[in-house]
């Protein structure tokens, strides 16, 4: 039996991949059928049975190109997969409801993978989420899309911006440069979401009025964080006293975004992470929720998925975790 699969102009290269790599990759996954590419139409060879199923998911992933405007090798291996394909079929309400926003020059802000939507969905019910999980998995870049919206919206008043500044021990007079200077080298993932997000002559204005204000975590102390939406970024270089100190900080009519990555604690050793003592002291508090984003979230290069998984690999089978406490 024969079917052909028309694809719609525009999205060819990206379902293609880079030198065909995603047939290559679907292929490998179904090697009962015969896949052929020409221009904009798939050939499928094989039996009915496998022709039906193949062609079921390859709409799925025509569906999540459409929607997400990528596709990637993990996402073509979690649709295949799937067991339960419910999630993925989603109508075109469903996928404008991922654009958390419009950043610089119309580009849409979406929540990618299904932890991300759960960070979305969990922030919209709860007053305080923490997002924890490895590298890419796009904890800091919802979190700060989802600032920036309630400050467009103008659900807040402002938005504030910490990160433990480790490497300097929290004490940053050695370092030239006035308090945003010293902190810059540690706070720049927020900066480039922030450049992502807003115009700059937007976002340098409000980094002049304090609207959005990038501060040191040991600069909290003492401090109530009204009408705002404030962002703990590597949480998990704060110790149980910082982050204990900081999550006291909330006032009225705030959100607190706490991101972390737990597998990369910089913390000396005799202290613990303040991040994995809340994930266990905080977790059953009505309007605090915890996301755990996993690999197959990682939304950055192909390979940091691998990468993280042969970390994962060899600790498991070569050597013990490293303590953290």
Known sequence: MESIIEIPPHAVVG???????????????????????????????????????????????????????????????????????????????????????????????????????????????????????????????????????????????????????????ENLGFLPGDLRDKLDPYLQPLYDALWDMLPMQKLLAYLEDKTVEIAPLAFMRGRTLDHAYVILDEAQNATESQLKMFLTRMGKNAKFFITGDITQIDLPRQQRSGLIHASRVLKDIPGIDFVFLDQSDVVRHHLVTKIIQRYEQWEEGHEPAEKTN
């Open 15 to 169: 379902i293609y991949g880079r030198q065909n790599a995603n047939i290559e990759l679907l292929r490998h996954i179904y090697p009962k059928i015969k896949i052929t590419a020409r221009g904009n139409e798939l050939k499928i060879n094989g039996e009915e049975q496998e022709i039906f199923l193949f062609s079921e998911r390859f709409h799925l992933l025509l569906q999540h190109y459409d929607r997400f405007e990528q596709l990637t090798e993990t996402d073509i291996l979690n649709i295949t997969s799937a067991e339960d394909d419910s999630f993925y079929r989603m109508d075109r309400q469903a996928m404008d409801n991922d654009i958390i926003l419009h950043g610089r020059e119309g580009k849409m802000i979406k929540a990618i993978t299904p932890n991300q939507r759960r960070l979305v969905t969990s922030a919209a019910h709860n007053d305080m989420v923490f997002a924890i999980g490895p590298a890419g998995t796009g904890k800091t870049y919802t979190a700060v899309a989802l600032a920036v919206r309630a400050l467009k919206n103008k659900q807040i008043r402002r938005i504030i911006l910490t990160r433990p500044a480790v490497e300097a021990g």
